[in-house]
């Protein structure tokens, strides 16, 4: 599968756009004489003194903000811009956990599906885990989790994490179990609309049977998480059977459902195939799942945007090309296309549509699709941007940028150890992102830094190769991550060619409580510390 950025659609952040990585060691340990390990739980935070952050608990509920997928967050506040401040990162946390889930916040609380930690009992386990926004201190740990595939909350706070064929509803204040549902089929995504959560469900090939299961959408109560409906999708190019006794292997055939879109009384969902270059983008009713209409594409897509007459998506590939799409909400027809890479889902402020696709970044008129600026990336693994003010947020390869979203043009950037894994979020001064390594980050103002910060790029680069700027140490080593985007069918992938590096001292700052994931975080210790 190529052509594609991130796990972001499947849902949640382009998921099967990357290879899964193998299993890792449970925890690897910090070991240094100059830093004690402190506690049992085994994350590892690193933390510097911060700027006045804000003390209001502002939130990130769903993967694209909020039902519509609409990236927009004016109430949210982002990191502060100018020649008097700097860019740094505030905390990391190493995780071990599904490789592209989208973290959401709510009640102070970032919480990540399948992230790792310590029971009282010294035991370690995948899980749902939830820190505290400002620090990155665990907050509690849900270890009943095997397989997250995201989660989203609601006004009631109550968080609803996806777990294989099972969903989970968790108070958010302490993780506790308030219902759990268990069907048969892969949940992949989902959205919450009033009082309903919408959940996307993968098309499988069955490894026992070589029967194909349908993709569908199933409408859950959020009270007790009973089913008010399912709608079950096309096959899109799997109809013929496989016999298990004579194939060489059964294909892992899957037909993708992206995050469901909820607007007014309709749900906006596509469903498709990368390999069978066949998709659908559905509008079905959200009291009896009765679909009002549907457009038919050659291609797989990506989770649909809805603002005011208009749903926008974009497709991946096929016979369409990579494409995004605006069409007329109650009809369905087509208003405008615009010819692109793979087109994530955009975010549309004041009549113009801000897109991330791959190979760069656009803005187009949201009525005619006219094109008001375009700017290629540096890498062109990109992510959907997320808008606050005057700035987009986007990722690009290993970047984490702020976009000026009159022009294009990089405000700052900053250099995470690997390449990203997630859509950026936004909230109390702070933007979070993970990379592929499994590190989450919380980037703002740094009130103690001593780095001198550009006015383009604070953690950038100058174009040689070697980071300017950089308050943690980005080159610790020499990584090769790249992608497939043929567009002709087959894996798309990121390879990591090797990585050496300088010795290092690994930093614990605060009150460290170790450490989880692929590798450590080291970072050279500064002549201050």
């Not at 849900?142 to 609601?154: M, T």
Request: a negative charge.
């Amino acid at each position: 599968m190529e052509n594609e950025a991130h796990e972001s659609s499947s849902s949640i952040l382009h998921r099967n756009e990357f290879v899964k990585p193998q299993e890792f060691g449970r925890r690897k340990f910090l070991n240094t004489a100059k830093n004690a390990v402190i506690g049992t739980a085994l994350i590892s935070t690193s933390s510097k003194s911060v700027a006045s952050q804000s003390s209001s608990s502002e939130i990130w509920p769903q993967h694209h903000f909020n039902q519509t997928n609409n990236g927009y967050a004016p109430q949210n506040s982002a990191p502060k811009t100018g020649s008097d401040t700097e860019i740094d990162y505030l905390w990391q946390v190493e995780l071990e956990r599904t490789f592209g889930t989208q973290p959401i916040i709510i009640d102070n609380k970032i919480m990540i599906p399948s992230g790792t930690s310590t029971a009282e009992n010294g035991e370690t386990g995948d899980g749902i885990i939830a820190l505290d926004v400002g620090s990155g201190s665990e907050q509690w740990f849900f270890d009943e989790i095997g397989n997250g595939f995201g989660c989203v909350a609601n006004r009631d706070e109550t968080v609803y994490v996806l777990d294989g064929s099972k969903t989970y509803a968790l108070n958010v204040r302490d993780g506790s179990v308030i219902w759990e549902t268990e069907g048969e089929k892969s949940t992949q995504s989902a959205a919450i609309g009033d009082d309903t959560i919408y959940i996307g469900i993968r098309g499988t090939r069955d490894f026992e049977t070589g029967t194909y299961n349908n993709a569908a959408i199933q409408a859950l109560r959020i009270d007790d998480g009973g089913e008010r409906w399912s709608y079950e999708f096309p096959i899109y190019g799997y109809e013929e059977e496989i016999n298990v006794n004579t194939a060489d292997g059964i294909p892992s055939d899957e037909n993708e459902v992206s995050t469901p879109a909820v607007s007014g009384d309709t749900v906006y969902v596509g469903v498709g195939s990368l390999d069978t270059e066949s998709g659908e983008v559905y509008a079905l009713n959200t009291s009896n799942g009765e679909v009002e209409w549907s457009f038919e594409v050659n291609s797989k897509v990506y989770d649909p945007t809805v603002v005011g007459d208009s749903v926008y998506f974009g497709t991946g590939g096929g016979e369409d090309g990579r494409t995004l799409y605006s069409l007329n909400v109650e009809t369905g027809a087509e208003q405008w296309r615009y010819e692109t890479g793979a087109a994530w889902s955009p975010t549309i402020v004041d009549e113009t549509v801000y897109l991330g696709y791959y190979g760069g970044f656009a803005a187009l008129d949201s009525a005619s699709g006219e094109v008001l600026w375009e700017k290629e990336s540096d890498s062109g693994r990109t992510s959907s941007p997320v808008v606050i003010d005057d700035l987009m947020y986007v990722t690009d390869g290993n970047q984490l940028k702020a976009l000026d979203r009159e022009n294009g043009e990089s405000v700052w950037s900053f250099n995470l150890n690997s390449e990203a894994s997630s859509d950026p979020i936004v909230a109390n001064q702070s933007v979070f992102v993970f990379d592929v390594d499994g590190t989450l980050y919380s980037i703002g103002n740094d009130a103690t830094s001593t780095q001198t910060s550009t006015a383009e790029s604070a953690g950038g680069s100058d174009g040689s190769g070697e980071s300017q700027n950089v308050p943690i140490n980005q080159q610790q080593g020499t990584t090769n991550r790249s992608r497939n985007d043929s567009g002709e069918g087959g894996v798309s992938f990121w390879r990591n060619i090797g990585s050496s590096g300088p010795a290092m001292e690994v930093g614990v700052l605060g009150a460290s409580l170790g450490l989880t994931g692929i590798y450590a975080v080291y970072r050279k210790l500064s002549d201050n510390e």
